[in-house]
């Protein structure tokens, strides 16, 4: 159980162009999504908290505007990459909680971006 | 806010013996303690995690040790594989929060 899926895997896209990720939480409600970024050989850098059906709560030094995070039901959020650059070339992960596991998160197989 | 330390950032043990993972957590609010295991390119996966109420908690060659006073908590695998070779990052989550804060990782290679 508690399995999070991640679409798509992986995408190269050209610089100025947007790039939609989605995060589904496959057998269980999801209360609480969250998107991360990795960079090689680095930690997860948290860049925003979503709750289904409000405004998702960004991390300081995370642009709303660039990384746009709509979570429309409970078992699914998306992020938007927008205008894409290639310093925004990134491994990106969505994690989601439930209620039964306040606590816990679980990590969806995360989505390379390669913005040439 | 929390902060989370993680050390080391590399380890290299010998197939069999055992490895320690050390971290260190800055909030005393602080109340869940989860162990993420990555391998490259995949999700982490949660190995273990320990609640502020629990001093220590064991999985077959897993555990994880608690001190709330010091703040820090630790990771320990006993009779290491090849296949424990990946990153391992500890967490914390404040209580009442919802974030959870993950240390820098260890990277731990487990020579055959």
Known sequence: ?116 | GENVEQHPSTLSVQEGDSAVIKCTYSDSASNYFPWYKQELGKRPQLIIDIRSNVGEKKDQRIAVTLNKTAKHFSLHITETQPEDSAVYFCAATPGGGFKTIFGAGTRLFVKA
């Open chain 1, 1 to 116: 159980g508690a399995v999070v899926s991640q679409h798509p895997s992986w995408v190269i896209c050209k610089s100025g162009t947007s790039v939609k990720i989605e995060c589904r939480s496959l057998d269980f409600q999801a209360t609480t999504m969250f998107w991360y970024r990795q960079f090689p050989k680095q930690s997860l850098m948290l860049m925003a908290t979503s709750n289904e059906g409000s405004k998702a709560t960004y991390e300081q030094g995370v642009e709303k505007d660039k990384f746009l995070i709509n979570h429309a039901s409970l078992t699914l959020s998306t992020l938007t990459v927008t205008s894409a650059h290639p310093e925004d070339s990134s491994f990106y992960i969505c994690s989601a909680r439930f209620s039964g596991k306040a606590d816990t998160q679980y990590f969806g197989p995360g989505t390379r971006l390669t913005v040439l």
